[in-house]
């Protein structure tokens, strides 16, 4: 098997990873390494909450980061903290937090098999994510137009390493709700099988959940 | 065999009673463990396949034993180590403060008094010492085993060391904190002299004894000895190999060529710039990290040191 | 008995592929082993070459340089490519599933994606090494800010093998929540998954918080951001404390697995009920929850308030007892037993004495004024590898031999084996004993040169290398050279589940999910209480 042979199974099994060829598919069904649906779906969801656990743990440190240094330099936080568009950060609040109903709103819409109400859901939701980018987009080049840049102090370096890992969460968030979305148009889920877009919901949450978090600590204090 | 290097400080005493403490509770255990380790495998060793056993699964008694007696052993073994850091870290109240700087790789001390000396740290015996230290770069730590103190020293805080020597002579120092390329030579020494002859090194007649002498030996063989006590060894090799700074091997005579594109050949009068002041002339391929030695050798000492160049062909 | 079950797992397909895309937990364990075999050797490797700059003073085969890359490179490639992942992944993989009654892990894609997630983790972490970092493995700001080093891409290999390690931790979690067979329940459930289980919480739970720090760390060095930089206002104090939140629990990820081996095997080798499975499996847990709180102990020294180190001191010390108990519990096993001198009861024996002098010795590092003088000594370098050498590493032999049968479907030549155990034992106590004495005496780690009255000690610590590696390599030999003929399902008697099958197991594990009537490590015969 060449090099390239592999490469391409890579990409395909990630891609496709209910297609996924399991070594053993010359001799029988892959069923048995499958295990039965309501274990299947409390299985998926334990896993997501662990899961959820451990980001919530990766942005403890930087809210034990944000904590520590603002104890120890509560005037470089209040004026930096000034410094940020309010405005344009309340409306990136409001438009995660609309994002999350629409979501739950497609969770709940799965379940009752209605397709059309989860496709327009999902869309609204990814559309919301997008908007929120555009606007961190002009959020992060004014700030940059100004010379505050990551390492101005340590305020700044706190704001561009929460919104920026938050908003690499948005981005993934973005393609897992993209991909489903996919799926949905393939036809691929139903009210017997809506785990993929429960869990993706939930991790759109975690998202929501963490930018909550993170406006009132960055925007508001100053 | 001897496991414990000597002790020479009020702090020693504690520490070392706390490792004889818990070295025999740990022998004692070891022993007790393979005691039973090898007993058990020689008398319950497997006669057939069809031996009985007995299918115990557990002993209340046992148990609580195995948990009771380490737990108690664990209270006193903290205590101990407790109750002496908690004297180590008081400061007596007539301490006399020394300033510590580190640098990657150099000690160097401040005294009350004015004086600066680097790598070597003088202080008088039986007089509480508080070392108020930092970093000018990365994390070192102050370490000297004959008074069993060890302090990181770092660059955005004091910290601090306290001890009272009780012996005089002289102590090794060393760096523990991992801090790059000459770590393993960032060494130091600490006099402990007594009272009389502290007050002679601090008033200086000690420097001038020790020049008188100095007036004795030749020249080159002083600046061997300046090598390593001022600290050029942790840089600077001898024997040709790249340092952090450039070999003294072979070095007088030799062209040298700035980053700024020039060059000259490495005369007395260039070593004796570059002394002291390092930044004027940097040589291509080396980082501008070495302090200025002005006031810290005199005239005397930059040509013993020269002349020691002069004998590394 | 399904068509595919007929054939052993390790004859259900072949060539590469059939192995690379499997989503057979069972192949998988068996090529995470292949994986931290090949970087174990890489890493003992380096140590060898530094306990060979050692047998003298100053420079005897390579530079101050390339000795600090040496130490880095041996030290962060056991720690996060050997020993983290290392017995949890492979064993862990192999066997859980074998031991609850399953089929296999819950999410067998994700366990797959996981191992990719590793070698791709080890890739960059290997990229790392044309230019490779001097910092030692614990990355301590601002040097590994400073320094010229490529240590962005190592920190990023370390930060892709973060996730493969909390997913295998959920992907565990979830198994042995969703997929005991009917009637094993947690008071039946072996101690190694007891182990694991406790092991996968510290996994999840601890890694990504060094995940967040090597971020950060990576930023810095970018960026400038500051948080760990003291010339730009950040404290470096602060690095040492996430680090550590992650990585004292990672000595328990490495330990855990371990003291899980050999909780099975002495039952097996005694004949007898593990003595005290409840407070095995509750220590497990309870030393897996403590270890998050005592991370400050190894900052003692490193400008903590004196009220913080108090505090670490006191848990350090909640943490030894849950050891000692377990250390007890083990000997008591052998008691009234019939005891086997097997290879891999003779790794457990000497799992159990070693570690017991690693745990006696972290007693000297937990109080207060004597971590003082010992701290960032050569006591602290023996102390760290009698537990994870003597600890973790035995045991993972000592499994390496016990599981043997079953992974392989062979049996190996116990003679040579033993030959190759004593060699090790000897070999490891030559080189690490030494070590605690330099320390008491003030010799500091990291140390490419050193005194000239250190260079006895230093010296039978290097020849130590050569007795213990001669024992590696006769290891090596002995079990790449399987004895003739097939191995029985079960060549030692044993009652656990994982023994109930063919050697090697199907394909998908069992014909049919077995149903559990008995507890655990049911052997010998019933006494009467005494009354």
Redesign the interface.
């Known amino acids: ?1 060449g090099f390239f042979d ?1 490469t391409s ?2 990409i395909k ?2 891609a496709y ?1 209910s297609e ?5 598919d ?3 069904d ?1 069923g ?2 499958h ?1 039965d649906p309501v ?2 779906h ?3 969801k ?2 997501m909450w ?2 959820l ?3 919530l ?6 809210f ?2 944000y904590a ?2 603002r104890a ?2 509560p005037e470089m936080f209040m004026d930096g903290s000034k410094s940020l568009d309010v405005v344009l950060g309340t409306v990136n609040t409001v438009i995660l937090i609309f994002s999350s109903l629409t979501v739950a709103v497609a969770v709940k819409a799965i379940q009752e098999n209605r397709i059309k109400l989860v496709k327009l859901m999902l869309w609204i939701t990814i559309i919301c994510a997008a908007i929120f980018a555009v606007n961190k987009y002009f959020e992060y080049t004014y700030k940059f137009s100004k010379g505050i ?3 101005t ?2 305020f700044y ?2 704001y ?2 929460s919104t920026g ?1 938050h908003m690499l969460h948005v981005f993934i968030g973005m393609i897992v709700l993209g991909i489903l979305l996919r799926k949905v148009y393939k036809g691929k889920y139903s009210k017997e099988n809506f785990t993929a877009i429960e869990i993706g919901g939930l991790y759109w949450h975690l998202v929501d959940l963490i930018w909550i978090y993170l406006f009132p600590l960055l925007y508001l204090v100053g | 065999m001897n496991w414990l290097p000597q002790s020479a400080s009020t702090f020693a005493p504690g520490v070392d009673l706390i490792l004889w403490l818990v070295t025999i509770i740990s022998v004692l255990s070891c022993v007790l463990i393979g005691f039973l380790l090898v007993y058990f495998c020689v008398k319950y060793k497997r006669k057939s396949d069809n031996d009985q056993t007995p299918a115990i699964t557990h002993d209340s008694f046992l148990e609580t034993l195995w948990t009771v007696i380490p737990t108690i052993l664990c209270i006193v073994i903290f205590l101990y180590g407790y109750i002496y850091y908690d004297e180590y870290t008081t400061t007596p109240k007539n301490a006399v403060e020394i300033n510590v700087t580190a640098k990657q790789w150099i000690w160097s001390f401040d005294y009350s008094n004015g004086k600066k000396t680097l790598n070597e740290l003088y202080v008088p015996v039986n007089q509480p010492i508080r070392l108020v230290m930092q970093s000018d770069d990365v994390l070192h730590s102050f370490f000297v085993p004959a008074f069993r103190v060890k302090q990181d020293v770092m660059g955005n805080r004091y910290t601090y060391i306290n001890f009272t020597a009780t012996k005089e002579g002289v102590y090794d120092l060393y760096c523990t904190e991992y801090c790059g390329t000459a770590h393993s030579d960032m060494l130091g020494k600490v006099h402990v002299l007594s009272k009389a002859k502290f007050a002679s090194w601090e008033d200086g007649s000690a420097d001038k004894a020790l020049k008188a002498s100095a007036a004795n030996i030749p020249p080159a063989e002083l600046g061997k000895q300046l090598y390593s006590s001022k600290g050029c060894v942790a840089c600077h090799s001898i024997d040709g190999a790249d340092g952090v700074g450039p070999t003294w091997k072979g070095l007088f005579g030799k062209k040298r060529l700035f980053v700024d594109g020039s060059s000259a050949a490495a005369d007395e009068n260039y070593i004796k710039e570059s002394i002291l002041y390092p930044g004027e002339k940097m040589v291509e391929g080396y980082a501008p990290v070495m302090p200025s030695y002005k006031g810290l050798l005199d005239d005397s000492e930059i040509t013993a040191i020269i002349e020691y160049i002069k004998t590394l062909k | 008995m ?3 079950n007929e ?1 052993n797992y390790l004859e ?2 072949e ?10 937990h069972k ?1 998988i364990g068996v090529m995470y082993l292949w994986a931290i075999a090949v970087f174990f050797i890489i890493a003992a490797i380096a140590s060898f070459l530094v306990r060979f700059e050692h047998l003298t003073p100053g420079q005897t085969i390579v530079s101050a340089d390339t000795y600090n890359v040496l130490f880095t490179l041996h030290g962060s490639m056991m720690v996060f490519l050997f020993i983290v992942p290392g017995v949890a992944a492979s064993f862990g993989n192999f066997l859980i599933p074998l031991m609850i009654g399953a ?2 892990v ?5 366990n797959l ?1 996981s191992f ?1 997630i590793y070698l791709a983790g080890a890739a960059i972490f290997m990229i790392a090494l044309a230019g490779p970092a001097d910092t030692g493995w614990t990355f301590y700001t601002p040097y590994s800010i400073e320094t010229g080093a490529n240590v962005i891409l190592i920190t990023l290999g370390i930060f892709v093998l973060g996730f493969s390690s ?1 997913l295998t ?3 565990f ?2 198994t042995m ?3 005991r067979a009917p009637g094993m329940t947690w008071d039946r459930l072996p101690l190694f998954c007891w182990a694991a289980y406790a092991t996968s919480l510290l996994q ?2 601890a ?3 060094v ?3 090597l ?2 760390l990576i ?1 810095e060095r970018y ?5 760990f930089d003291p010339a ?4 470096p104090v ?1 690095f040492q404390h ?1 680090f550590w939140f992650y990585s004292h629990p990672a000595v328990y990820i490495m330990i855990l697995p371990a003291m899980g081996i050999i909780s099975e095997i002495m039952p097996v080798f005694s004949r007898k009920p593990i003595f005290g499975y409840k407070a095995i499996a509750y220590a497990s847990l309870a030393i897996a929850l403590i270890s998050f709180l005592v991370w400050g102990h190894h900052m003692f020294v490193s400008g903590q308030s004196k009220l913080v180190n108090i505090i670490f001191s006191v848990i350090t010390y909640a943490v030894a007892v849950p050891t000692a108990i377990k250390v007890f519990n083990w000997l008591w096993t052998m008691h009234k037993g019939s005891i086997e001198l097997s290879t891999a009861m003779l790794y457990s024996l000497a799992f159990i004495f070693l570690f017991t002098i690693g745990g006696l010795t972290g007693l000297f590092l937990g109080a207060l004024a004597a971590d003082v003088h010992l701290h960032d000594t050569y006591f602290v370098v023996a102390h760290m590898h009698y537990v994870m050498i003597g600890g973790t590493v035995f045991g993972f032999f000592a499994a390496l031999h016990f599981w043997y049968p079953k992974m392989w479907g062979r049996m190996f030549d116990e003679f040579k084996a033993k030959i190759a155990f004593v060699l090790i034992f000897i070999g490891f106590n030559v080189v690490f004993f030494p070590q605690f004495i330099m320390g008491t005496l003030g010799m500091p780690r990291r140390y490419f040169n050193y005194a000239p009255e250190f260079q006895s000690l230093h010296q039978i610590s290097t020849y130590g290398t050569w007795i213990i590696g001669a024992g590696f390599i006769l290891m090596l030999w002995v079990l790449m050279r399987p004895l003739p003929g097939k191995a029985p399902g079960n060549p030692y008697r044993s009652v656990s589940l994982e023994w109930s099958m063919d050697s090697p197991p199907g ?2 594990n069992f014909d049919e999910i077995p149903t559990i009537t008995e507890p655990v490590y049911n052997y010998g015969t019933k006494v009467e209480e005494e009354s």
């Open positions: 098997m592999v199974k890579i099994s990630i990873p996924m060829v399991p070594s053993i010359d001799h029988a892959d048995e390494h295990f274990t299947e409390e299985s998926a334990l896993g662990l899961f656990a451990t980001e743990l990766l942005f403890g440190g930087l034990a980061a520590i240094y120890k330099y840049f990551p390492g102090d340590i370096s706190i561009f390493a890992v | 399904s068509e595919v054939k259900n397909g060539g590469f592929a059939s192995w690379f895309f499997t989503v057979d192949r089929k296999d819950i999410f067998p894609k994700l994606y990719w909390i931790g959920i992907n979690i979830v929540h969703k997929l999840v739970l890694t990504p918080v995940g967040i720090t971020l950060l930023g960026f400038g951001l500051g948080f730009r206002g950040g404290d602060m996430f394909t998908f």
